[in-house]
Structure formats: C-alpha cells, structure tokens
C-alpha cells in the first residue's frame, strides 16, 4: 500500500487550498484516512480524520475551516482548508489505518504567507 500526497503550494492568509490523498495498491473502503502536520521545529499534530463510514474528525482549531472527505472510487481522500492562516504553514501527511496496517504517505508542504 502506497500513500501519494499531492496540492500543496503557496496561498495567501484567508486563502483557500485543498490537499489530496491518494492510496494505491489495496481499495480505499476499509481504511480510516488521517491528516497530521508538522511544522518546523513543533511536533507533530492530528489534524483530521475520516473513518470508513465517513465518521469525521478534526484537530484543535481546525473544524469550521477544514473539511475532509472521501471518494471511495478514487481511492482518495481530501482535505479542504479555507480561512487559512500563517500558523497553517506545515508538511501535511497523510495516514491510513485498518486493523493492525498502519501506512504513511510523503507529505505535501503548505505555505500560507502573503
């Protein structure tokens, strides 16, 4: 199983990005997708979760302006991030978690700054 983080870039504070995470080699159904971040110098950080029913949750400060979804048929999930601020800058991971797998992704730098 492979885990390919991609749509991270540079956006401007109050902007608005959306970061994808597609998984490769199993089906997408049966994993729970999770998105951490880790920004220079500070630990890593939950951000968000989808599990396979579609349950979600989010991170301290994080629900309100992000979103997280799945589609199932393209083996991906997304995470919708708007209202962004400076303190948003950081490497975005992806997780897939199913009974005892348990699967990293490379991560996809987000920069907000104007």
């Known amino acids: 199983v492979q885990l390919q983080a991609s749509g991270g870039g540079l956006a401007q504070p109050g902007g608005s990005l959306r970061i994808s995470c597609t998984l490769s080699?199993?089906?997408?159904?049966?994993?729970?997708i999770a998105w951490a971040r880790q920004a220079p110098g500070k630990e890593r950080e939950g951000v968000s979760c989808?599990?396979?029913?579609?349950?979600?949750y989010y991170g301290n400060y994080m629900e309100g302006r992000f979103t997280i979804s799945r589609d199932n048929a393209k083996n991906t999930v997304y995470l919708e991030m708007n209202s962004l601020k400076p303190e948003d800058t950081a490497v975005y991971l992806c997780?897939?978690?199913?009974?005892?797998?348990?699967?990293w992704g490379q991560g996809t730098l987000v920069t907000v700054s104007s």
């Open positions: 997780n897939a978690r199913m009974a005892w797998s348990n699967y």
């Open positions: 080699g199993s089906t997408l159904d049966d994993y729970a």
């Open positions: 989808i599990t396979s029913d579609g349950t979600t």
